[in-house]
């Protein structure tokens, strides 16, 4: 089964516009903390944001913020005014456990493309 | 502070050879992990190093290996290469192996198997 999920694989937004990207997970861990990476045509992975599953604020980052829904096992995130350099592919990404280390599972990523 | 280097940056192989790929984390970076990134699978984790103990493994093939030096460098193995294997390997360090860090990723090797 699929630990992460993100429904969307492409997405259009027009630019300075809001625009949610869905992540929902899958875990019977009680601890865990689930990350947003944005990848350009480049190919690196840039870290954006992280959400403990035991924090009771939901997580900002500049333009980034985190929807966190832990009882749906939502981590959706949403980037504010969106830029034309937002285009890329968003990846939700979960951690499991206190051993799990640097094992991180990811989803499968939505294509984002802002129209000016 | 320099990021995560990885070396080489692409590179072409024909089936059966091997390849090693090299990964320098950020200083004072302990942990370093591995991924592989294909269209048709994502991205899947290989294996994760610590202190040159290999902590976590993914469902890969032992054709797959990998190793830590005591300055942290990583290095992964691929033998006797496959077409499949063609992906662009990721190498991502951490800074402990507390559960709230997070992974910083190199740029990575962009293979090709002919």
């Known amino acids: 089964a699929q630990k992460i999920t993100q429904t969307q694989p492409g997405m259009f937004v027009q630019e300075k516009e809001a625009v949610t990207l869905d992540c929902t997970y899958d875990?019977?861990?009680?601890?865990?903390?689930l990350f947003w990476y944005k990848q350009p045509s480049s190919g690196e992975m840039i870290f954006l944001i992280y959400q403990g599953s035991y924090d009771e604020q939901n997580a900002t980052e500049g333009r980034y913020s985190l929807n966190f829904q832990k009882a749906r096992k939502s981590a959706n995130l949403v980037i504010s005014a969106s830029q034309l350099g937002d285009s890329a592919m968003y990846f939700c990404?979960?951690?499991?456990?206190?051993?799990?280390?640097?094992?991180?599972?990811f989803g499968p990523g939505t294509s984002l493309s802002v129209i000016p | 502070k320099a990021g995560v280097t990885q070396t080489p940056r692409y590179l072409i192989k024909t089936r059966g050879q091997q390849v090693t790929l090299s990964c320098s984390p950020i200083?004072?970076?302990?942990?370093v992990s591995w991924y592989q990134q294909t269209p048709g699978q994502g991205l899947q984790f290989l294996f994760e190093?610590?202190?040159?103990?290999?902590?976590n493994k993914g469902n890969f093939p032992g054709r797959f290996s990998g190793r830590q030096f005591s300055n942290s460098r990583s290095e992964m193995n691929v033998s006797t290469l496959e077409l499949g294997d063609s992906a662009l390997y990721l190498c991502?360090?951490?800074?402990?192996?507390?559960?709230?860090?997070?992974?910083?990723f190199g740029e990575g090797s962009r293979l090709t198997v002919l």
């Open positions: 990404a979960m951690r499991e456990g206190e051993t799990s280390y640097d094992k991180v599972i």
């Open positions: 875990t019977s861990d009680q601890s865990y903390g």
């Open positions: 200083s004072g970076h302990r942990s």
């Open positions: 991502a360090s951490s800074i402990d192996s507390a559960n709230t860090g997070e992974l910083f």
């Open positions: 190093y610590f202190s040159e103990t290999q902590r």
